[in-house]
């Protein structure tokens, strides 16, 4: 599922993800300036578009606020009560990674490619089956638990399972 952003969205996604990264560098000032080939601010420009991109797919609230929260595990969004992680990368061919298996921690993990303009949501894949596909691979940053995106289900499905699981209520 392809989302488009528009020129005006994307500026305020840019905003939003740069008054994140600035309140991070006050709080943390030595944190990490590289990683996974982005600079701090481009990883936090793709997450927050990530974030933004699931949120209109499933027609769930987007969270604008400017915190410490960021990547390991946290909650980005709730789909009912059904947790959910949003990852988010460049590469048309990236993978969902977690640095540990900690990090495994929401019910869905949802894994979107970002462009510029638009961001290609290419699935989602629930814990109890992550952990079952889950691999360790040293991506040259050290060893990360990756799952590939031919192991995630189509967006849509997660639309379908959460009516359904909500119908039955």
């Not at 595990?73 to 540990?100: A, C, P």
Request: include cysteine; charge should be positive; aromatic fraction near 10%.
């Amino acid at each position: 599922m392809i989302i488009h952003f528009t020129p005006a969205e994307v500026k305020s996604l840019e905003l939003l993800a740069q008054g994140r990264h600035f309140l991070k560098d006050i709080v943390i000032p030595d944190r990490d300036l590289q990683r996974w080939n982005n600079s701090q601010h481009e990883a936090d420009v793709l997450g927050v578009k990530g974030e933004y991109a699931v949120s209109k797919a499933l027609k769930i609230p987007f969270d604008m606020s400017i915190g410490l929260e960021g990547d390991g595990g946290t909650t980005d969004m709730y789909l009912g009560e059904w947790r959910i992680q949003v990852k988010s990368t460049k590469y048309k061919n990236g993978r969902l990674v977690f640095n540990s298996l900690e990090e495994v921690d929401a019910l869905i993990f949802v894994f979107v490619v970002i462009e510029s303009k638009c961001a290609t949501i290419s699935g989602y894949i629930a814990r109890n089956k992550a952990l079952k596909k889950i691999y360790k691979k040293d991506l040259g940053h050290g060893i990360r638990f990756c799952i590939d995106q031919k192991e995630l289900k189509p967006i849509s499905d997660l639309l379908f399972y959460h009516l359904e699981h909500t119908l039955k209520k």
